[in-house]
Antibody, heavy 122, light 107 residues
């Protein structure tokens, strides 16, 4: 059974930093690109960042580029989202998701984690 | 690419047919459009990809169609477990974007 389990969500102050992690199991991790998608009442579902199966290519939404970073450890089957200079509008549930490939035409998300809640508040 | 879903809410009885629309501006490259179902407190679940291909385990009551700027998700013979929010997503052009959702509720 495919499982994606996020951790690290918590309350953080504006301007602060946070690292989310996602542990994958039940599939060949190195065969899939991994991404983060977030959901908030105000912004709906929003793509955040992605990383290729080998970790050599990354992609970010304009709203987080320069503030967030994504990485993966294929030996540990984990993907991480490093979030910096957090803003109120970054407050959301963050989902770890996978896709068959990194490129256009393949980036639909066939498995989702349960989500990690990030609250940005002073 | 901006995706606009309509209607915002659809009130239907079990056994009815639901027709959900997703409009794109500009058009979706190669019709790379997916549909997801989300129930309260849960993550979205992939239903359809490539406009009309059902994901693993999705019953044939769910049918996707359309092309270019107009896409449809049809749910035939509504079952109690089908009441949920449905989202479309395009993955033809970066940034990948989602519609704002259509809620299918019990009438």
């Amino acid at each position: 059974e495919v499982q994606l389990v996020e951790s690290g969500g918590r309350v953080v102050r504006p301007g602060g930093s946070l690292r989310l992690s996602c542990a994958a199991s039940g599939f060949t991790f190195t065969n899939y690109a991994m991404h983060w998608v977030r959901q908030s009442p105000g912004r709906g579902l929003e793509y955040v960042a992605g990383i290729s199966d080998d970790g050599n290519r990354v992609h970010f939404a304009d709203s987080v580029r320069g503030r967030f970073d994504i990485s993966r450890d294929n030996s540990q089957k984990t993907v991480s989202l490093e979030m910096g200079r957090l803003r109120i509008e970054d407050m959301a549930v963050y989902y770890c998701v996978r896709s068959e490939n990194f490129w256009s035409g393949y980036t639909y998300f066939d498995s989702w984690g349960q989500g990690a809640l990030v609250t940005v508040s002073s | 690419i901006v995706l606009t879903q309509s209607p915002a809410t659809l009130s239907l009885s079990p056994g009815d047919t639901a027709t959900l629309s997703c409009g794109a501006s500009p058009s979706v490259t190669n019709n790379f459009l997916a549909w997801y179902q989300q129930k309260p407190g849960l993550a979205p679940r992939l239903l359809i990809y490539g406009t009309s291909n059902r994901a693993t385990g999705i019953p044939d009551r769910f049918r996707g169609s359309g092309s270019g700027t107009d896409f449809i998700l049809t749910i035939s013979r509504l079952e109690p477990e089908d009441y949920a929010v449905y989202y479309c997503q395009q993955y033809g052009d970066s940034p990948w974007t989602f519609g704002q959702g259509t809620k299918v509720e019990i009438k």
